[in-house]
């Protein structure tokens, strides 16, 4: 068993969609390794993703399938470094003005 890091949910979360921001569709293991997340834990984050419409399934073939992030969960990469900035007592016109 590989020892990843510990890390929150939202961690987790975030670390995959800004993988795959950078790199472009990319293959569940490939994910796995990038991001540094144990595979059962990875399947778990990327039904929720998927689920929200923040990254899709792509088949390229019937056994090869490669995830990638949606304009939705581009969208969403700037909320997690707007809500840290917050809670260092930074402000944040931009998330202010949307909520």
Known sequence: MAAFPIKSNLDLKVDVLYDLALNGPMHFTAIM???K????????HLGF????????????TKTE??????????????????????????Q???LLQEV
């Open 37 to 44: 997340i144990d595979g059962l834990i990875l399947k778990k």
């Open 33 to 35: 390794y990038k991001a």
């Open 65 to 90: 399938t490669l995830y990638a992030i949606t304009e939705r969960g581009e969208k969403s990469l700037k909320w997690p470094s707007e809500i840290k900035a917050l809670k260092m007592g930074n």
């Open 49 to 60: 993703l998927a689920q929200n419409n923040l990254v899709e399934k792509q088949a390229v």
């Open 92 to 94: 944040c016109p931009q």
